[in-house]
């Protein structure tokens, strides 16, 4: 294992897998969901990833670039059988099962906020989740609120929380919009 920083201070983490080959489950209550870079230098971003891991970049709704890892999806396919269709009826752009992490602009006027890495835990309910973390002796840093995914077919459910020691993370919950 190795812990390195990209050429704009955001750390981040390698290993080299032998017996523990990393997440065996993923986008499941409680487990890895998601992960994005804020950085103020995108396309820096995009050659120094795109050179060290071979990711490459989409561009999906708004402008907004995600990285890809071809043949990530197959990965995710094997696990749980119907995800390319899953992810197609929700509105994701073909390539989209490959999305292995997002590229999230940090905006100019917000100085104080570095280069760094953000993870997305799923939860089955935003709100709870919120509330058992304040429980627990961590903040809430933005309350749970909805916002909408792709289509108008689907919403996330949201909430940033940081924990005893102050790390921060999401917890976020896909649900149908109720028409």
Do not use: C
């Amino acid at each position: 294992m190795a812990v390195f920083a990209d050429p704009e201070g955001a750390a981040f983490s390698v290993w080299q897998p032998r017996e523990h080959k990393g997440a065996r489950v993923v986008n499941e209550h409680g487990a890895l969901n998601f992960n994005g870079l804020g950085t103020r230098d995108v396309e820096g971003a995009k050659a120094f990833y795109g050179a060290v891991f071979g990711w490459q970049t989409m561009t999906v709704g708004g402008g907004n670039a995600m990285w890809t890892l071809p043949g990530y999806g197959d990965h995710l396919e094997e696990s749980t059988p119907g995800l390319r269709e899953m992810v197609a009826d929700m509105g994701g752009p073909p390539g989209f099962e490959d999305v292995v992490a997002s590229i999230n602009p940090i905006p100019d006027d917000q100085p104080d906020i570095p280069p760094h890495w953000s993870v997305t835990f799923a939860t089955d309910d935003a709100d709870a989740t919120a509330a058992t973390a304040a429980e627990l002796g961590g903040q809430v840093i933005v309350p749970p609120f909805d916002a909408p995914w792709s289509t108008s077919t689907y919403t996330i459910r949201l909430t940033v929380i940081a924990d005893p020691q102050g790390a921060t993370f999401s917890a976020s919950k896909f649900a149908a919009v109720n028409n």
